[in-house]
C-alpha cells in the first residue's frame, strides 16, 4: 500500500491550497480517509476524514469551515481544500487509510499513512 500525498506549498495568510492523496496497493472503495497534520514540537492531530463512500466527513473545531475533505474512488485520491488558511495550520500533512465503513478519526486506528507534505502559512 502507498499514499502519496502532493499539494502542499509556501502560501500567505486567507489564500487557498488543495492537498491531494493517490492511493495505490488497495482497493480504495473500501477504505475510510483522513488528514492529520503535525506542526514542530506537536504531536499528530486529527483534521478531517470521510468515510468509504464519502456519505459522511468529519472535521477538527479548528478547521470546520474553512477544509473541505472529498474523494475520487475513481481516480483513488482523496482532497483536502484548505481555504482562508491561518498561520496555526503550518504543519506537515499526513494522509491516512483504514478498512472502515464510517468515518474514523483517532491517529490509532489507522494502518496506512503517506510521507506527509509541508504546508507554510505566512502571516
Known amino acids: 500500500v502507498q499514499l502519496q500525498a502532493s499539494g502542499g506549498g509556501l502560501v500567505q495568510a486567507g489564500d487557498s491550497l488543495r492537498l491531494s492523496c493517490a492511493a495505490s496497493?488497495?482497493?480504495?472503495?473500501?477504505?475510510?480517509m483522513g488528514w492529520f497534520r503535525q506542526a514542530p514540537g506537536k504531536e499528530r492531530e486529527f483534521v478531517a476524514a470521510i468515510s468509504r463512500g464519502s456519505g459522511v466527513t468529519s472535521y477538527a473545531d479548528s478547521v470546520k469551515g474553512r477544509f473541505t475533505i472529498s474523494r475520487d474512488n475513481a481516480k483513488n485520491t482523496v482532497y483536502l481544500q484548505m481555504n482562508n488558511l491561518k498561520p496555526e495550520d503550518t504543519a506537515i500533512y499526513f494522509c491516512a487509510a483504514e478498512v472502515a465503513i464510517g468515518v474514523v478519526t483517532t491517529i490509532q486506528s489507522y494502518d496506512y499513512w503517506g510521507q506527509g507534505t509541508q504546508v507554510t502559512v505566512s502571516s
Open positions: 496497493g488497495l482497493t480504495f472503495s473500501r477504505y475510510a
